[in-house]
T-cell receptor
Framework: SQQGEEDPQALSIQEGENATMNCSYKTSINNLQWYRQNSGRGLVHLIL?????REKHSGRLRVTLDTSKKSSSLLITASRAADTASYFC???????????FGKGTRLSVIA | DGGITQSPKYLFRKEGQNVTLSCEQN?????MYWYRQDPGQGLRLIYYSQIVNDFQKGDIAEGYSVSREKKESFPLTVTSAQKNPTAFYLC???????????FGDGTRLSIL
């Protein structure tokens, strides 16, 4: 079952620009999480936003959540070549079932 | 350092052979998961376990089997019934369902 759907599928930007990725989901959630995956590696958890939160920051990351539109966005400011990776959103539906991951956005940051 | 370890990094399977992928964690997490990732795709859940001696099928369990005899260990067996096993396999753990997951660095399985 695929809950989150990221958009765009791929994104290419210049170093120093901001990168925005979106995630849409279908059912009500307890929380939404964003992960990063470097090529050939496991995923790394970036940030968790609860259903009663609207915005959260962590360093150069800013996540927003709009439960009325069932969507979230991840903004990476002042991107660096090292930010090149795939980014996935994952939703927690009830707290007693595993997270459901989207298909990801492939971000390329060109130096 | 606490973490989650998958081995081997690369594995080759002959036709008709079962192979077992190892996953060990020292994070004291109750929940563990196995995912399959195909090129350019997201993660698909194979099996998960929320507690020792209990596990549940995910979306694509056919052709796979697991055990959870110890909290730290959640091995995955890819059986000969899995006709298209070539993929990148990821193991993860979390304190409980819904909490952030910690991932291993994966095992890439190929067919000889």
């Amino acid at each position: 079952s695929q809950q989150g759907e990221e958009d765009p599928q791929a994104l290419s930007i210049q170093e120093g620009e901001n990168a925005t990725m979106n995630c849409s989901y279908k059912t009500s959630i307890n929380n939404l999480q964003w992960y990063r995956q470097n090529s050939g590696r496991g995923l790394v958890h970036l940030i968790l936003i609860r259903s009663n939160e609207r915005e959260k920051h962590s360093g150069r990351l800013r996540v927003t959540l709009d439960t009325s539109k069932k969507s979230s966005s991840l903004l990476i400011t002042a991107s660096r070549a090292a930010d090149t990776a795939s980014y996935f959103c994952a939703t927690d539906d009830s707290g007693n079932t595993p997270l459901v991951f989207g298909k990801g956005t492939r971000l390329s940051v060109i130096a | 350092d606490g973490g989650i370890t998958q081995s081997p990094k690369y594995l080759f399977r002959k036709e008709g052979q079962n192979v077992t992928l190892s996953c060990e964690q020292n994070l004291n997490h109750d929940a563990m998961y196995w995912y399959r990732q195909d090129p350019g795709q997201g993660l698909r859940l194979i099996y998960y376990s929320q507690i020792v001696n209990d596990f549940q099928k995910g979306d694509i369990a056919e052709g796979y089997s697991v055990s959870r005899e110890k909290k730290e260990s959640f091995p995955l067996t890819v059986t000969s019934a899995q006709k298209n096993p070539t993929a990148f396999y990821l193991c993860a753990s979390s304190i409980n369902s819904g909490q952030p997951q910690h991932f291993g660095d994966g095992t890439r399985l190929s067919i000889l």
